[in-house]
Every structure is written in structure tokens, then in C-alpha cells.
């Protein structure tokens, strides 16, 4: 099992950045994977961006390509998503999860973040 807890959402403006945190817990030595999601009033969840753990190999979405940056310390089990420039439509509840070694799936899911952008 593997526990995530985000933290970092807030009210912004327009343009501004912020930074989200996940802390994972429990079997961080399975974790393959950790990934940034997001989920805005009325629509489907959408995938932002990813990092392995191992390499630190990066994925964007292209929404998120330029604005976002995501990262990871090993050391404390926490992956970050620099948001910078944000806009309205950046608005949404904001997921952390992680693919576990084995699977080919995101395994576990964090509680969520919310993140509002006023224009």
C-alpha cells in the first residue's frame, strides 16, 4: 500500500504560479511512476504530467507543456507541480498518483488538491 497526501492548492490570480506537493507513505519502494491529474467542475479527469522515480524521465500534457513543471525528491518520497502562468481554465481539484512496479495502471490516488484561478 502507498499513501499520498497533497497539499499547495489555493485561490490565485490570473498569471500567477503555485506549487503542489504529494507525499507518499507506506511502500514508496514500489513506486515506478507518480503522476499529476486533474479533475475541473463538469468534466472528466485529465492527465497533466508524470516523473519516474527512478530517472526522472518527465511527461507533459500539452496543456501543461512550458507552464508546469513537475519534479521529484526521492529523499522525501515527494513529487512537486510548478505551476507557473496559470489561468482560469487551470482551475480544477489537482491528483497525485503513483504507478506501482508491476502494473501498467495508476495504483493509488491522493484525496486531492483544490487549485482556483480568478481572472
Known amino acids: 500500500q502507498v499513501q499520498l497526501v497533497e497539499s499547495g492548492g489555493g485561490i490565485v490570480q490570473a498569471g500567477d504560479s503555485l506549487r503542489l506537493s504529494c507525499a507518499a507513505s507506506?511502500?514508496?519502494?514500489?513506486?515506478?511512476?507518480m503522476g499529476w491529474f486533474r479533475q475541473a467542475p463538469g468534466k472528466e479527469r485529465e492527465y497533466v504530467a508524470r516523473?519516474?522515480?527512478?530517472?526522472?524521465?518527465?511527461y507533459y500534457a500539452d496543456s501543461a507543456k512550458g507552464r508546469f513543471t513537475i519534479s521529484r525528491d526521492n529523499a522525501k518520497n515527494t513529487v512537486y507541480l510548478q505551476m507557473n502562468s496559470l489561468k482560469p481554465e487551470d482551475t480544477a481539484i489537482y491528483y497525485c498518483?503513483?504507478?506501482?512496479?508491476?502494473?501498467?495502471?495508476?495504483?493509488?490516488w491522493g484525496q486531492g488538491t483544490q487549485v482556483t484561478v480568478s481572472s
Open positions: 498518483a503513483v504507478q506501482v512496479f508491476g502494473t501498467n495502471k495508476y495504483d493509488y
Open positions: 516523473i519516474t522515480r527512478t530517472s526522472g524521465v518527465t
Open positions: 507506506g511502500r514508496t519502494d514500489r513506486i515506478y511512476i
